[in-house]
Nanobody, 118 residues
Framework: QAWFAESGGGLVQPGGSRTLSCTSSQVVFSRTTMAWYRQVPGNERELVAHITDDDRPRYADFVKGRFSISKDNVKNTVSLQMNSLNYKDTAPYYC????????????WGQGTLVTVSS
């Protein structure tokens, strides 16, 4: 059963920007560390960014300086602002609890597909 709902994906040109959003009716984001992941075709799901319960963000090296993660504790949403997108960023993006081993997580949503193409 999916606990998370992602939205905001779509087609974007190289160098462009996109903002993703995640919400849940089962998880209170203000009480836990939440993360965004992506699964590039042919690769395992990888951690993109995470934000702690006290709003400290951390980023994977390949998005550092380009992506920004944030939370809205009133709306119970986690957002991912993505700038300077390139072809390698093309992937479905998912949110879930933070884990260094995302393969062990459950309750994944459908994800939201970001396609970077001219």
């Amino acid at each position: 059963q999916a606990w998370f709902a992602e939205s905001g994906g779509g087609l974007v040109q190289p160098g462009g920007s996109r903002t993703l959003s995640c919400t849940s009716s089962q998880v209170v984001f203000s009480r836990t560390t939440m993360a965004w992941y992506r699964q590039v075709p042919g690769n395992e799901r990888e951690l993109v960014a995470h934000i702690t319960d006290d709003d400290r963000p951390r980023y994977a090296d390949f998005v550092k300086g380009r992506f920004s993660i944030s939370k809205d504790n009133v709306k119970n949403t986690v957002s991912l602002q993505m700038n300077s997108l390139n072809y390698k960023d093309t992937a479905p993006y998912y949110c879930n609890y933070y884990s260094g081993l995302p393969g062990y997580l459950h309750h994944w949503g459908q994800g939201t597909l970001v396609t970077v193409s001219s």
